[in-house]
Nanobody, 125 residues
Framework: QVLLVESGGGSVHAGATPSLACSTA????????TAWFREAPEKDREAAAA????????FYADSVKGRFTISQDNAKNTLYLQMNNLKPEDTAMYYC??????????????????WGQGTQVTVSS
């Protein structure tokens, strides 16, 4: 099973522009989907963004559209999430996920078979 490792979380103020990174631990995803999900306290895990590997097609939740950017660097086996204009409601544990299938619904949890342990992002007003 592929191990995904997130980094880049922390405590920031509203309006900050941090980025998250997810290493796929030496495994190169040449096809399929990778995504960032987030889970706030007492809420379900939801997708923030996803990308079709190789095709460059991206998908975003309405709540982050225009503020977050997902990208992937296959040469570094790393997935990124650039977050701009963070809001307190973006506070959550952020998880990266990956699957080598072309998922029909990349913003749904179902289908992803590799997950990271998560990195906490806390946004204060």
């Amino acid at each position: 099973q592929v191990l995904l490792v997130e980094s880049g979380g922390g405590s920031v103020h509203a309006g900050a522009t941090p980025s998250l990174a997810c290493s796929t631990a030496g495994h190169t995803y040449s096809r399929g989907c990778t995504a960032w999900f987030r889970e706030a306290p007492e809420k379900d895990r939801e997708a923030a963004a996803a990308i079709y590997i190789g095709a460059g097609r991206t998908f975003y939740a309405d709540s982050v559209k225009g503020r977050f950017t997902i990208s992937q660097d296959n040469a570094k086996n790393t997935l990124y999430l650039q977050m701009n204009n963070l809001k307190p409601e973006d506070t959550a544990m952020y998880y990266c996920a990956a699957d080598e299938a072309w998922l029909v619904a990349p913003l749904k949890r179902l289908g992803y078979d590799a997950w990271g342990q998560g990195t906490q992002v806390t946004v204060s007003s």
